[in-house]
Nanobody
């Protein structure tokens, strides 16, 4: 069983930055794929970014709405995945969830049912 715990959410003004962290209870080497999703009030949970260890390297994928503004990264020594969020706008307001799966391939895992493990979420609020 893998447990995930997010941190780093908060309130920020439009144009600002935040960095989310997600610490996994298991060694992340056995979890090749980790991702971030978000859910705004009244909306479905949506894909944000994923990082996948396959083919000897790391692959990153982003949703169109965050590409160029957000960066996902991993630190294996700390069992942690990060989401650096820049140029935030009010449309980024949501609960952000960390997710993990044992799947690994060259494809991007962007669906919620691709992931087996989920964190409890951390609130990000961007004021205008």
């Amino acid at each position: 069983q893998v447990q995930l715990e997010e941190s780093g959410g908060g309130l920020v003004q439009a144009g600002g930055s935040l960095t989310l962290s997600c610490e996994a209870s298991a060694r992340t080497l056995i979890i090749p794929t980790m991702g971030w999703f978000r859910q705004a009030p009244g909306k479905e949970r949506e894909f944000v970014a994923t990082i996948n260890k396959s083919g000897g390297g790391l692959r990153t994928y982003y949703s169109r709405s965050v590409k160029g503004r957000f960066t996902i990264s991993r630190e294996y020594a700390k069992n942690t995945v990060y989401l650096q969020m820049n140029s935030l706008n009010p449309e980024d307001t949501a609960v952000y969830y960390c997710a993990a799966t044992h799947q690994s391939s060259s494809v991007a895992y962007t669906a919620t049912n691709d992931y087996r493990y989920w964190g409890q979420g951390t609130q990000v609020t961007v004021s205008s």
